[in-house]
Protein backbone atom coordinates (compact mmCIF):
# COMPACT_ATOMS: atom_id res chain seq x y z
CA UNK A 1 0.00 0.00 0.00
CA UNK A 2 1.38 3.35 -1.15
CA UNK A 3 0.31 6.83 -0.40
CA UNK A 4 0.70 10.45 -1.42
CA UNK A 5 4.28 10.81 -1.58
CA UNK A 6 6.36 13.75 -2.26
CA UNK A 7 6.66 13.35 -5.97
CA UNK A 8 2.54 12.73 -6.35
CA UNK A 9 2.63 16.39 -4.94
CA UNK A 10 5.41 17.37 -6.93
CA UNK A 11 3.39 16.09 -10.09
CA UNK A 12 0.15 17.66 -8.91
CA UNK A 13 1.75 21.30 -8.12
CA UNK A 14 3.50 21.70 -11.46
CA UNK A 15 0.33 20.66 -13.45
CA UNK A 16 -1.39 23.15 -11.60
CA UNK A 17 0.53 25.78 -11.50
CA UNK A 18 1.62 25.04 -15.36
CA UNK A 19 -2.29 24.70 -16.40
CA UNK A 20 -2.89 28.06 -14.66
CA UNK A 21 -0.04 29.88 -16.25
CA UNK A 22 -0.66 28.30 -20.19
CA UNK A 23 -4.44 29.49 -19.44
CA UNK A 24 -3.63 32.91 -18.55
CA UNK A 25 -0.79 32.90 -21.56
CA UNK A 26 -3.52 32.32 -24.02
CA UNK A 27 -5.30 35.12 -23.41
CA UNK A 28 -3.03 37.95 -24.67
CA UNK A 29 -4.21 39.98 -27.44
CA UNK A 30 -8.09 40.39 -26.55
CA UNK A 31 -9.28 43.65 -27.83
CA UNK A 32 -13.14 42.95 -27.02
CA UNK A 33 -16.03 40.80 -25.58
CA UNK A 34 -16.30 39.04 -28.53
CA UNK A 35 -12.60 37.63 -27.82
CA UNK A 36 -13.33 37.55 -24.16
CA UNK A 37 -16.29 35.54 -24.09
CA UNK A 38 -16.90 33.88 -27.62
CA UNK A 39 -13.10 33.44 -29.48
CA UNK A 40 -13.62 35.83 -32.25
CA UNK A 41 -16.40 33.12 -33.32
CA UNK A 42 -12.56 30.90 -34.80
CA UNK A 43 -12.44 28.40 -32.68
CA UNK A 44 -11.63 24.75 -34.76
CA UNK A 45 -14.66 22.05 -34.02
CA UNK A 46 -12.23 19.23 -32.77
CA UNK A 47 -11.62 21.42 -29.49
CA UNK A 48 -14.66 22.93 -28.91
CA UNK A 49 -15.58 18.99 -29.18
CA UNK A 50 -13.70 18.02 -26.51
CA UNK A 51 -14.55 20.93 -24.07
CA UNK A 52 -18.08 20.51 -24.55
CA UNK A 53 -17.08 16.89 -22.85
CA UNK A 54 -14.67 18.11 -19.95
CA UNK A 55 -17.19 20.72 -19.42
CA UNK A 56 -19.75 18.16 -18.28
CA UNK A 57 -17.66 15.59 -16.77
CA UNK A 58 -16.79 17.02 -12.92
CA UNK A 59 -15.34 15.34 -10.42
CA UNK A 60 -18.02 14.15 -9.13
CA UNK A 61 -18.46 12.10 -12.87
CA UNK A 62 -14.68 11.12 -12.43
CA UNK A 63 -14.85 9.73 -9.28
CA UNK A 64 -18.57 8.77 -9.20
CA UNK A 65 -19.10 6.96 -11.97
CA UNK A 66 -16.65 3.81 -11.34
CA UNK A 67 -18.24 3.59 -7.76
CA UNK A 68 -21.89 2.84 -9.94
CA UNK A 69 -20.30 0.06 -11.82
CA UNK A 70 -18.88 -0.98 -8.92
CA UNK A 71 -21.94 -1.28 -6.97
CA UNK A 72 -24.50 -2.24 -9.82
CA UNK A 73 -23.55 -2.79 -13.36
CA UNK A 74 -23.61 -1.43 -17.29
CA UNK A 75 -27.19 -0.02 -16.76
CA UNK A 76 -25.55 3.26 -16.94
CA UNK A 77 -24.30 3.13 -20.31
CA UNK A 78 -28.59 3.50 -21.27
CA UNK A 79 -28.51 7.33 -20.04
CA UNK A 80 -25.40 7.82 -23.32
CA UNK A 81 -28.32 6.99 -25.53
CA UNK A 82 -30.60 9.94 -25.03
CA UNK A 83 -27.63 11.84 -24.55
CA UNK A 84 -26.40 11.15 -27.88
CA UNK A 85 -30.03 11.51 -29.54
CA UNK A 86 -30.66 14.33 -27.49
CA UNK A 87 -27.47 16.26 -29.14
CA UNK A 88 -28.37 15.22 -32.89
CA UNK A 89 -31.76 17.07 -32.07
CA UNK A 90 -30.44 20.12 -30.61
CA UNK A 91 -27.86 20.29 -33.66
CA UNK A 92 -30.99 20.32 -36.09
CA UNK A 93 -33.64 22.30 -34.47
CA UNK A 94 -31.56 24.85 -31.98
CA UNK A 95 -28.03 25.26 -33.26
CA UNK A 96 -29.43 27.16 -36.55
CA UNK A 97 -31.46 28.81 -34.86
CA UNK A 98 -28.67 30.35 -32.90
CA UNK A 99 -26.36 30.88 -35.96
CA UNK A 100 -29.16 32.68 -37.80
CA UNK A 101 -28.00 35.90 -36.24
CA UNK A 102 -25.07 37.27 -34.38
CA UNK A 103 -25.91 35.96 -30.92
CA UNK A 104 -24.03 36.41 -27.48
CA UNK A 105 -25.90 33.98 -25.08
CA UNK A 106 -28.26 31.21 -25.45
CA UNK A 107 -30.94 33.40 -23.74
CA UNK A 108 -30.43 36.02 -26.60
CA UNK A 109 -32.57 33.64 -28.57
CA UNK A 110 -35.82 33.90 -26.09
CA UNK A 111 -35.47 37.89 -26.53
CA UNK A 112 -35.80 37.99 -30.45
CA UNK A 113 -38.97 35.86 -29.79
CA UNK A 114 -40.82 37.02 -26.69
CA UNK A 115 -38.63 40.14 -25.12
CA UNK A 116 -36.35 41.43 -22.83
CA UNK A 117 -38.31 39.87 -20.34
CA UNK A 118 -37.79 36.42 -20.67
CA UNK A 119 -34.32 36.63 -21.67
CA UNK A 120 -33.73 38.01 -18.41
CA UNK A 121 -35.96 35.38 -16.73
CA UNK A 122 -34.21 32.76 -18.58
CA UNK A 123 -31.09 34.16 -17.66
CA UNK A 124 -31.66 34.74 -13.70
CA UNK A 125 -32.51 30.93 -13.55
CA UNK A 126 -29.32 29.77 -15.51
CA UNK A 127 -27.10 31.81 -12.91
CA UNK A 128 -28.80 30.66 -9.48
CA UNK A 129 -29.13 27.19 -10.85
CA UNK A 130 -25.73 27.13 -11.86
CA UNK A 131 -23.72 28.89 -8.42
CA UNK A 132 -25.88 26.64 -6.51
CA UNK A 133 -24.97 22.91 -8.79
CA UNK A 134 -21.30 24.17 -9.10
CA UNK A 135 -21.09 25.17 -5.71
CA UNK A 136 -21.38 21.97 -4.96
CA UNK A 137 -19.00 20.59 -7.59
CA UNK A 138 -16.37 23.06 -6.34
CA UNK A 139 -16.73 21.28 -2.38
CA UNK A 140 -16.13 17.87 -3.53
CA UNK A 141 -13.03 18.52 -5.30
CA UNK A 142 -11.92 20.07 -2.15
CA UNK A 143 -12.32 16.80 -0.59
CA UNK A 144 -9.49 14.95 -2.22
CA UNK A 145 -7.27 18.36 -0.93
CA UNK A 146 -8.47 18.31 2.30
CA UNK A 147 -7.55 14.74 2.62
CA UNK A 148 -4.04 15.30 1.15
CA UNK A 149 -2.52 18.43 2.35
CA UNK A 150 -4.89 18.51 5.68
CA UNK A 151 -5.92 21.54 5.14
CA UNK A 152 -9.22 22.95 6.38
CA UNK A 153 -12.08 22.57 3.56
CA UNK A 154 -12.35 26.27 3.56
CA UNK A 155 -8.54 26.65 2.67
CA UNK A 156 -8.89 23.87 0.06
CA UNK A 157 -11.93 25.04 -1.47
CA UNK A 158 -9.79 28.66 -1.91
CA UNK A 159 -6.87 27.15 -3.68
CA UNK A 160 -8.76 25.64 -6.42
CA UNK A 161 -11.12 28.50 -6.99
CA UNK A 162 -8.50 30.95 -6.88
CA UNK A 163 -5.91 28.67 -9.63
CA UNK A 164 -8.79 28.21 -11.91
CA UNK A 165 -10.15 31.46 -11.87
CA UNK A 166 -6.47 33.39 -12.80
CA UNK A 167 -6.59 31.10 -15.79
CA UNK A 168 -10.33 32.40 -16.98
CA UNK A 169 -9.52 36.15 -15.80
CA UNK A 170 -6.80 36.42 -17.93
CA UNK A 171 -7.23 34.30 -21.08
CA UNK A 172 -11.33 33.80 -21.49
CA UNK A 173 -13.14 31.27 -23.17
CA UNK A 174 -9.81 30.61 -25.25
CA UNK A 175 -8.25 29.82 -22.34
CA UNK A 176 -11.27 27.73 -20.86
CA UNK A 177 -11.62 25.93 -24.32
CA UNK A 178 -7.73 24.74 -24.83
CA UNK A 179 -7.16 24.33 -21.43
CA UNK A 180 -10.39 21.84 -21.40
CA UNK A 181 -8.41 19.73 -23.99
CA UNK A 182 -5.60 19.18 -21.70
CA UNK A 183 -7.23 18.62 -18.95
CA UNK A 184 -9.50 15.83 -20.59
CA UNK A 185 -6.82 14.21 -21.98
CA UNK A 186 -5.12 14.49 -18.49
CA UNK A 187 -8.18 12.77 -16.96
CA UNK A 188 -8.88 10.09 -19.59
CA UNK A 189 -5.39 9.19 -19.41
CA UNK A 190 -5.39 8.73 -15.96
CA UNK A 191 -8.45 6.12 -15.92
CA UNK A 192 -6.52 4.60 -18.68
CA UNK A 193 -3.34 4.18 -16.55
CA UNK A 194 -5.92 3.03 -13.55
CA UNK A 195 -7.35 0.41 -16.22
CA UNK A 196 -3.20 -0.85 -16.94
CA UNK A 197 -2.56 -1.01 -13.27
CA UNK A 198 -5.77 -3.20 -12.46
CA UNK A 199 -4.85 -5.59 -15.38
CA UNK A 200 -1.30 -6.03 -13.17
CA UNK A 201 -2.84 -6.27 -9.80
CA UNK A 202 -5.90 -8.61 -10.36
CA UNK A 203 -5.47 -11.92 -10.77
CA UNK A 204 -5.61 -13.00 -14.32
CA UNK A 205 -5.67 -9.23 -15.15
CA UNK A 206 -8.89 -8.30 -17.15
CA UNK A 207 -10.01 -11.89 -18.70
CA UNK A 208 -10.96 -12.68 -15.00
CA UNK A 209 -11.94 -9.29 -14.37
CA UNK A 210 -14.88 -9.94 -16.98
CA UNK A 211 -15.51 -13.28 -16.57
CA UNK A 212 -16.35 -13.13 -12.95
CA UNK A 213 -18.18 -9.59 -13.86
CA UNK A 214 -20.55 -11.53 -16.24
CA UNK A 215 -21.15 -14.57 -13.96
CA UNK A 216 -22.09 -11.67 -11.35
CA UNK A 217 -24.79 -10.43 -13.91
CA UNK A 218 -22.32 -7.15 -13.96
CA UNK A 219 -21.93 -6.92 -17.57
CA UNK A 220 -26.16 -6.53 -17.75
CA UNK A 221 -26.43 -3.15 -19.95
CA UNK A 222 -30.21 -2.77 -20.80
CA UNK A 223 -32.84 -2.51 -18.15
CA UNK A 224 -36.65 -2.52 -20.21
CA UNK A 225 -38.42 -1.75 -16.76
CA UNK A 226 -40.89 0.92 -16.62
CA UNK A 227 -40.75 1.53 -12.75
CA UNK A 228 -40.26 5.58 -13.31
CA UNK A 229 -38.55 5.38 -9.49
CA UNK A 230 -35.57 3.64 -11.49
CA UNK A 231 -33.00 5.95 -12.73
CA UNK A 232 -31.20 3.61 -15.36
CA UNK A 233 -33.64 1.59 -17.86
CA UNK A 234 -33.69 1.56 -21.27
CA UNK A 235 -36.69 4.22 -21.06
CA UNK A 236 -34.84 6.76 -18.67
CA UNK A 237 -32.02 6.91 -20.81
CA UNK A 238 -33.01 7.04 -23.98
CA UNK A 239 -36.33 9.57 -23.46
CA UNK A 240 -35.60 11.36 -19.92
CA UNK A 241 -31.43 11.18 -21.01
CA UNK A 242 -32.96 12.53 -24.62
CA UNK A 243 -34.75 15.43 -23.21
CA UNK A 244 -32.28 16.56 -20.39
CA UNK A 245 -29.69 16.10 -22.93
CA UNK A 246 -31.33 18.61 -25.06
CA UNK A 247 -32.31 20.78 -22.24
CA UNK A 248 -28.36 20.90 -20.73
CA UNK A 249 -27.23 21.32 -24.32
CA UNK A 250 -29.44 23.31 -26.17
CA UNK A 251 -30.19 25.62 -23.48
CA UNK A 252 -27.73 26.05 -20.97
CA UNK A 253 -25.57 28.74 -21.54
CA UNK A 254 -22.42 26.95 -20.08
CA UNK A 255 -22.67 24.69 -22.85
CA UNK A 256 -24.17 26.74 -26.01
CA UNK A 257 -21.44 29.12 -25.12
CA UNK A 258 -18.75 27.04 -26.51
CA UNK A 259 -21.00 26.04 -29.79
CA UNK A 260 -20.95 29.76 -30.12
CA UNK A 261 -17.38 29.98 -30.40
CA UNK A 262 -17.26 27.42 -34.12
CA UNK A 263 -16.63 29.52 -36.97
CA UNK A 264 -20.03 27.99 -38.37
CA UNK A 265 -23.34 26.37 -38.26
CA UNK A 266 -21.70 23.18 -39.56
CA UNK A 267 -18.64 23.25 -37.37
CA UNK A 268 -20.61 23.77 -34.55
CA UNK A 269 -23.08 20.90 -35.07
CA UNK A 270 -20.08 18.60 -35.34
CA UNK A 271 -18.70 19.76 -32.21
CA UNK A 272 -22.17 18.72 -30.22
CA UNK A 273 -23.35 15.31 -31.74
CA UNK A 274 -19.37 14.32 -32.03
CA UNK A 275 -19.27 15.21 -28.28
CA UNK A 276 -22.10 12.90 -27.61
CA UNK A 277 -20.10 9.43 -29.17
CA UNK A 278 -16.95 10.82 -27.20
CA UNK A 279 -19.33 10.92 -23.71
CA UNK A 280 -20.12 6.95 -24.92
CA UNK A 281 -16.40 6.45 -25.15
CA UNK A 282 -15.70 8.06 -21.79
CA UNK A 283 -18.90 6.65 -19.92
CA UNK A 284 -17.11 3.09 -21.02
CA UNK A 285 -14.11 3.26 -19.85
CA UNK A 286 -14.96 4.78 -16.43
CA UNK A 287 -17.82 2.38 -15.77
CA UNK A 288 -14.98 -0.43 -17.18
CA UNK A 289 -12.78 1.01 -14.14
CA UNK A 290 -15.46 0.45 -11.53
CA UNK A 291 -15.42 -3.28 -12.70
CA UNK A 292 -11.94 -3.49 -12.44
CA UNK A 293 -12.55 -2.15 -8.66
CA UNK A 294 -15.03 -4.44 -7.77
CA UNK A 295 -12.76 -7.08 -8.80
CA UNK A 296 -9.71 -5.92 -6.90
CA UNK A 297 -11.79 -5.55 -3.89
CA UNK A 298 -13.99 -8.43 -4.37
CA UNK A 299 -17.24 -6.42 -3.75
CA UNK A 300 -16.25 -5.42 -0.39
CA UNK A 301 -18.75 -2.89 0.94
CA UNK A 302 -18.07 0.63 1.28
CA UNK A 303 -19.61 3.40 3.05
CA UNK A 304 -20.18 6.05 0.45
CA UNK A 305 -19.44 4.21 -3.63
CA UNK A 306 -17.92 8.05 -4.56
CA UNK A 307 -14.72 6.82 -1.98
CA UNK A 308 -13.55 3.91 -3.80
CA UNK A 309 -11.69 4.97 -7.18
CA UNK A 310 -9.97 7.72 -5.15
CA UNK A 311 -9.10 5.43 -2.27
CA UNK A 312 -7.64 3.06 -4.99
CA UNK A 313 -5.79 6.22 -6.26
CA UNK A 314 -4.18 7.17 -3.32
CA UNK A 315 -3.39 3.31 -1.76
CA UNK A 316 -2.21 1.23 -4.34
CA UNK A 317 -1.00 3.23 -7.56
CA UNK A 318 2.80 4.03 -7.35
CA UNK A 319 4.36 7.20 -6.56
CA UNK A 320 4.09 9.48 -9.75
CA UNK A 321 1.14 7.84 -11.15
CA UNK A 322 -1.14 8.30 -7.97
CA UNK A 323 0.23 12.27 -8.43
CA UNK A 324 -1.15 12.07 -12.04
CA UNK A 325 -4.41 10.44 -10.85
CA UNK A 326 -5.06 12.97 -8.81
CA UNK A 327 -4.30 15.96 -11.25
CA UNK A 328 -6.93 14.32 -13.15
CA UNK A 329 -9.58 14.74 -10.92
CA UNK A 330 -8.40 18.35 -10.60
CA UNK A 331 -8.79 18.77 -14.17
CA UNK A 332 -12.17 17.68 -14.79
CA UNK A 333 -13.06 20.00 -11.46
CA UNK A 334 -11.14 22.77 -13.00
CA UNK A 335 -12.71 22.27 -16.30
CA UNK A 336 -16.58 22.42 -15.03
CA UNK A 337 -15.62 25.20 -12.82
CA UNK A 338 -13.72 27.53 -15.96
CA UNK A 339 -16.36 27.12 -17.38
CA UNK A 340 -18.81 27.82 -15.35
CA UNK A 341 -17.27 31.29 -14.36
CA UNK A 342 -17.21 32.85 -17.61
CA UNK A 343 -20.31 31.38 -18.88
CA UNK A 344 -21.77 32.95 -15.54
CA UNK A 345 -20.07 36.25 -16.25
CA UNK A 346 -21.14 36.00 -20.28
CA UNK A 347 -24.53 36.16 -19.02
CA UNK A 348 -24.14 39.00 -16.47
CA UNK A 349 -22.58 41.01 -19.27
CA UNK A 350 -24.58 40.40 -22.29
CA UNK A 351 -28.23 39.65 -20.33
CA UNK A 352 -28.05 42.47 -18.28
CA UNK A 353 -25.37 45.09 -18.08
CA UNK A 354 -24.76 45.68 -21.54
CA UNK A 355 -28.37 46.88 -22.13
CA UNK A 356 -28.90 48.15 -18.90
CA UNK A 357 -25.67 50.57 -19.47
CA UNK A 358 -26.06 51.43 -22.79
CA UNK A 359 -23.17 49.18 -24.04
CA UNK A 360 -24.25 46.93 -26.39
CA UNK A 361 -21.93 46.81 -29.61
CA UNK A 362 -19.31 48.34 -27.14
CA UNK A 363 -16.82 45.66 -27.14
CA UNK A 364 -14.13 47.21 -24.89
CA UNK A 365 -16.29 47.85 -22.10
CA UNK A 366 -18.21 44.87 -22.49
CA UNK A 367 -14.39 43.22 -21.90
CA UNK A 368 -13.78 45.40 -18.74
CA UNK A 369 -17.57 44.64 -17.44
CA UNK A 370 -16.48 40.58 -18.11
CA UNK A 371 -13.42 40.58 -16.51
CA UNK A 372 -15.26 41.84 -13.35
CA UNK A 373 -17.94 39.88 -13.31
CA UNK A 374 -15.46 36.82 -13.83
CA UNK A 375 -14.23 37.70 -10.37
CA UNK A 376 -17.60 38.49 -8.97
CA UNK A 377 -18.52 35.07 -9.76
CA UNK A 378 -15.64 33.22 -8.49
CA UNK A 379 -15.95 34.51 -5.21
CA UNK A 380 -19.30 33.69 -5.04
CA UNK A 381 -18.91 30.47 -6.19
CA UNK A 382 -15.98 29.80 -3.49
CA UNK A 383 -18.66 31.17 -0.86
CA UNK A 384 -20.84 28.95 -1.86
CA UNK A 385 -19.09 25.49 -1.59
CA UNK A 386 -18.04 27.04 1.64
CA UNK A 387 -21.67 27.43 3.11
CA UNK A 388 -22.08 23.81 1.70
CA UNK A 389 -19.87 22.58 4.67
CA UNK A 390 -22.23 21.73 7.14
CA UNK A 391 -24.85 20.76 4.89
CA UNK A 392 -22.66 17.88 3.47
CA UNK A 393 -22.75 15.18 5.83
CA UNK A 394 -24.79 12.49 5.25
CA UNK A 395 -25.53 14.08 1.63
CA UNK A 396 -24.06 12.70 -1.82
CA UNK A 397 -22.86 15.37 -3.85
CA UNK A 398 -23.02 14.15 -7.34
CA UNK A 399 -27.02 13.83 -5.89
CA UNK A 400 -27.24 16.96 -5.42
CA UNK A 401 -25.88 18.59 -8.61
CA UNK A 402 -27.68 16.53 -10.86
CA UNK A 403 -30.82 17.43 -8.55
CA UNK A 404 -30.20 21.15 -9.11
CA UNK A 405 -29.54 21.21 -12.01
CA UNK A 406 -32.59 18.33 -13.34
CA UNK A 407 -35.12 20.76 -11.59
CA UNK A 408 -35.03 23.55 -14.06
CA UNK A 409 -33.63 21.98 -17.25
CA UNK A 410 -37.29 20.66 -18.30
CA UNK A 411 -38.63 24.22 -17.83
CA UNK A 412 -35.70 26.40 -20.01
CA UNK A 413 -36.06 23.31 -23.14
CA UNK A 414 -40.04 24.21 -22.82
CA UNK A 415 -39.41 27.65 -22.94
CA UNK A 416 -37.24 27.09 -26.19
CA UNK A 417 -39.44 25.02 -27.60
CA UNK A 418 -42.30 27.91 -27.42
CA UNK A 419 -39.91 30.15 -28.89
CA UNK A 420 -38.92 27.72 -32.28
CA UNK A 421 -41.49 25.34 -32.64
CA UNK A 422 -44.89 28.04 -32.24
CA UNK A 423 -45.47 31.62 -33.14
CA UNK A 424 -48.33 33.05 -31.23
CA UNK A 425 -47.95 32.52 -27.10
CA UNK A 426 -46.43 35.70 -25.96
CA UNK A 427 -43.94 36.58 -23.20
CA UNK A 428 -46.00 36.17 -20.67
CA UNK A 429 -47.33 33.09 -21.45
CA UNK A 430 -43.43 31.92 -21.73
CA UNK A 431 -42.41 32.94 -18.14
CA UNK A 432 -45.90 31.66 -16.65
CA UNK A 433 -45.18 28.01 -18.64
CA UNK A 434 -41.55 28.07 -17.41
CA UNK A 435 -42.58 28.60 -13.76
CA UNK A 436 -45.09 26.19 -13.80
CA UNK A 437 -42.77 23.21 -15.43
CA UNK A 438 -40.15 23.91 -12.55
CA UNK A 439 -42.68 24.14 -9.51
CA UNK A 440 -44.56 21.01 -11.20
CA UNK A 441 -41.36 19.02 -10.93
CA UNK A 442 -40.45 20.27 -7.64
CA UNK A 443 -43.57 18.94 -6.44
CA UNK A 444 -43.02 16.19 -7.83
CA UNK A 445 -39.27 14.98 -8.11
CA UNK A 446 -40.14 11.94 -5.24
CA UNK A 447 -42.22 10.32 -7.77
CA UNK A 448 -39.96 9.70 -10.25
CA UNK A 449 -36.00 9.22 -11.13
CA UNK A 450 -33.91 12.41 -11.78
CA UNK A 451 -33.56 11.64 -15.58
CA UNK A 452 -37.35 12.23 -15.93
CA UNK A 453 -37.15 15.42 -15.05
CA UNK A 454 -36.69 17.48 -18.27
CA UNK A 455 -39.16 15.29 -19.83
CA UNK A 456 -42.17 16.56 -17.48
CA UNK A 457 -40.94 19.70 -17.16
CA UNK A 458 -40.60 20.17 -21.04
CA UNK A 459 -44.28 18.98 -21.55
CA UNK A 460 -46.01 21.12 -18.34
CA UNK A 461 -44.39 24.58 -20.03
CA UNK A 462 -45.31 23.84 -23.31
CA UNK A 463 -48.88 22.93 -22.04
CA UNK A 464 -49.11 25.65 -20.02
CA UNK A 465 -47.56 28.20 -22.24
CA UNK A 466 -49.75 27.19 -25.05
CA UNK A 467 -52.77 27.29 -22.98
CA UNK A 468 -52.42 31.07 -21.64
CA UNK A 469 -50.80 31.83 -24.69
CA UNK A 470 -54.50 30.96 -26.21
CA UNK A 471 -56.06 33.25 -23.18
CA UNK A 472 -54.18 35.98 -24.38
CA UNK A 473 -55.54 35.99 -27.61
CA UNK A 474 -58.94 35.22 -26.28
CA UNK A 475 -58.48 38.48 -24.10
CA UNK A 476 -57.39 40.32 -27.15
Known amino acids: MTAFTGLDLSVL????????????????????????????????????????????????????????????????????????????????????????????????????????????????????????ADSVRLFATAIPLALITGWPYPVSIGVIGVLTVVYTYFGGIRAVVWVDVLQMTLYLGGALAAAVALQGIVPGGWGAILSSAREAGKLTT???????????????????????????????????????????????????????????????????????????YQGRPFERSDEIFALFIVEQLPPGLTGLLIAGVFAAAMSSLSSSINSLASATAYDYWAPLAGAEGDDARILRAGKAFTLLWAALLILGAVLFIPLSRGTAAVEVALGIASLVYGGLLGAFALGVLTRRPGQIAAIIGVAAGIGTVTLLRAQMAWPWYALVGTVVTLVVGLAVGGLEREVA
Open 222 to 296: FDFSLDLKTPYTFWAGLVGGGFLSMASHGTDQLIVQRLLTCRDLRSSQKALVGSGFAVIVQFVLFLGVGLGLWAF
Open 13 to 132: VVYLVGTTLWGAWLGRGQKGGSDYFLGSRSLPWAAVMLSVVATETSTLTFLSVPGVAYVGSLTFLQLTLGYLTGRTVVAAVLIPAYFRGELSTAYALLEERFGTGARRFTSAIFMVTRLL
